[in-house]
Every structure is written in C-alpha cells, then in structure tokens.
C-alpha cells in the first residue's frame, strides 16, 4: 500500500498559481509540472538512500540492509537508516520526482543491466559522513568505528559525476536543479567523545570545511540551494542513553549535546550570510533543523507523535535502546506503530519525523528565506 504525501507547493507564476499536493508515488506524474528538474543531494545518513551497505560507517549500526528497515514504506532494507522514507524522500515527491538513486548505485549498474538513472537527479549522501576530512582524524588516532568518508568524499563523487556530462548538460543542470544540502558535521562531534579534542576546535574545522565546500558548489553555478541545520541531536535516544540526568534541558533532552548543536547552527548560519553576499545570484535557504525537532518535542500530539525519547527499533531500557544491540540485530525489535516515534534506531527517525521535517521545511515555517520565496525565484526564472 502506497502512502501518500500531502505537501501543498503554492507559488504564483505570471499570474498563475503552480499547486503541487497529494503524490502518492514514487515515479513521476507527467501531468503535473516541476519545479526543479532535478535535486542533488549530499549529507550523511539523515539523507542517504543507499550510498551505504550492512558492515558500513559506523559498526555500532551495521545491520542496514537487514529488516526491519524499510519495513514501514518499501516492505524491505533499501539501505536507508528508517523504517521508510527519508525527508530527501518526501522532498522529492513533493516536487513530482522520483527518488533519487543513490551515486554509488550508478557506478555499479551503468553500462549493464541495471535499472538506476541519473534522470531527476542524484543522491551523494554517505552514512557516518563528516564535515571534516578523514585525515584529521587519522591524525588524532579516532578512526575507531567510522567511516572514511567526508563532504570532501561527496564533492569528489559530484566532480567525477560532471565529468560524465556535456557542456549543455552541465548549464541546464546548474540552472533547473535543487541543491538539497542535508545535515552533515553531527558525526564530527561523535568522533571525538572522550578524546583530548575540544568541541571549540571541531566546530572551527566543521564550519571551515563546509563553508568552502558549499562555495566550491556555488562557484560551479549552483543556483537554488538549500542547506540543513543541525538537529536537535540532544534529544536522540542515544545522546539520552549516555548522559547523566542531570545534564537536561527544559524539553528533557540532553543540554550539552543541544548547545553544542545550536552554537555550531549559529556559526553556519553566519557564513551562509556571507555566501549570500558574495553570490547574490544564487538563492540559499537554511533549514533550521535545529528548532524544526524541538518544535515536534514541545508539541509531539500535534504530529501525531507519543514517544518522544524512546527508540521505535531496539532493546532495553529505559530507551529501548543498548549501543551493541541496534536495530536489526537478533535480539532487537520493532515497535507497531513507528509513525509515533521520533527515533528509529536511536540515531535515526522514523519515515513519520521524517515526513514531518519535510512539510516544515518545505512550508516555510522554520526556513529562512522561506522555501516559497525560493520556488518563486526558480519559477520567474523561468517565465
């Protein structure tokens, strides 16, 4: 049974109004017209669709491609962290596209008999993805229970994607494309728990790295993009499991780890205001992740939710959750009804929060500028 997605896309174009509501697949309507042609995509695994496989990132999830993931949406592993779809997911039905196949989906099945197409876009998202690149933490002895990749990763696989394109197809795809930046930097700050590196330090590299990656992007001739904020990742089942009880907030989250999230927003924030500056032909928005999921935590019934700390997918408590039995091992199980759950797995969200980010990204309420001022430029653009 497919379910469906009710984001509403109002915009006026030459006096007309473009409406897009109610897809309730993944493949394309031809019927109704896009606003983007493509979306590409890059983050970690908030945003994956497959780049990663069981035994992958971070071992303490190594159970990817076994069920129960997927079992909400797909009825099987797709190599997504979910029990379904992601908001990259939402987001792309929402714009009549399908779902963006993952890069490294490409490498394996072009020129053979493989089905994935590169068609409306790409996804270069990697699970355990960092900001900063892996030699710095080579460098700092904390490879431990990672993976080797970082946004620099990312803009390789784009680069190497380009070189596939002819001149034409690069000026349309700069041009009607969506940039769809997702969270990434959250594992950098996980890395480095109990090392001699201070949280001061990663932020300064994070912010860093990212900013000249975002430029590298806007440099090629990006000209709509949007960009993820972190989190609230001190409401995660397993940022709740390992601090002490005393280290809350007013929502009952973990204050240190939401400080942190939010002192490392407010310097993204600042560099996007900057890269607004210096291309002003090119429209940024930044997705405020950050005060999205405390939104759902301040008011869960409004969304349908009633766990707001407890993993949908896991074993033990108080949180369902113990860090070597993660969902998908043998001595972990799946709630009924995950659409009631923030947390998945205890790192990742339910296809429900999922969908949830993506109706209060794409309906404006916690992006600056809003998305529809976005679409706006896009579409008269275009007229």
Request: glycine share 8%; aromatic share 12%.
């Amino acid at each position: 049974m497919l379910s469906s997605i009710s984001l509403m896309l109002a915009t006026a174009v030459s006096g007309a109004i473009l409406l897009v509501s109610t897809i309730s697949a993944a493949a394309p309507i031809p019927s109704v017209r896009r606003p983007f042609n493509r979306i590409y995509a890059f983050g970690d695994s908030f945003t994956d669709t497959g780049n990663s496989r069981a035994g992958e990132g971070p071992a303490g999830f190594g159970h990817l491609s076994s069920f129960p993931y997927g079992m909400t949406y797909f009825r099987r592993p797709t190599n997504r962290y979910s029990d379904g779809r992601l908001t990259i997911d939402f987001v792309a039905q929402s714009m009549n596209l399908p779902f963006l196949p993952p890069y490294l989906s490409l490498r394996s099945t072009n020129g053979s008999n493989g089905t994935a197409t590169d068609t409306y876009g790409v996804n270069f998202a990697v699970s355990g993805a960092t900001s900063i690149k892996h030699a710095f933490f080579v460098k700092n002895n904390l490879m431990l229970d990672m993976t080797p990749h970082s946004i620099e990763t990312e803009l390789g696989w784009f680069d190497k994607y380009l070189e596939t394109l002819g001149t034409n197809q690069k000026v349309s795809l700069f041009k009607d494309s969506l940039f769809w930046i997702g969270e990434i930097g959250v594992n950098d700050y996980a890395y480095i728990v109990g090392s001699n590196v201070s949280s001061d330090t990663i932020r300064e590299l994070s912010i860093a790295t990212y900013t000249r990656f975002l430029e590298t992007l806007l440099k090629k001739g990006v000209k709509h993009m949007l960009v993820q904020g972190h989190p609230a990742t001190g409401c995660l089942t397993l940022a709740m499991t390992l601090a002490g009880e005393d280290d809350r907030d007013n929502l009952g989250c973990v204050k240190s780890v939401n400080n942190q999230s939010y002192t490392h927003n407010l310097a993204l924030q600042s560099k996007l205001k900057q890269l607004r500056i210096k291309y002003p032909n090119a429209t940024i928005v930044y997705a405020d992740y950050w005060n999205a999921y405390r939104e759902v935590i301040k008011n869960p019934s409004t969304y349908g939710i009633t766990e707001k700390f407890k993993a949908c997918c896991g074993i033990g408590e108080p949180y369902n959750f113990q860090v070597f039995q993660t969902c998908g091992s043998a001595t972990a199980t799946a709630c009924k009804h995950p659409s009631r759950y923030i947390n998945w797995d205890g790192v990742h969200l339910t296809e429900g929060m999922y969908k949830v980010m993506a109706d209060l990204f794409l309906g404006g309420k916690f992006t600056r500028p809003k998305f529809g001022y976005l679409l706006n430029k896009k579409l008269n653009r275009l007229g």
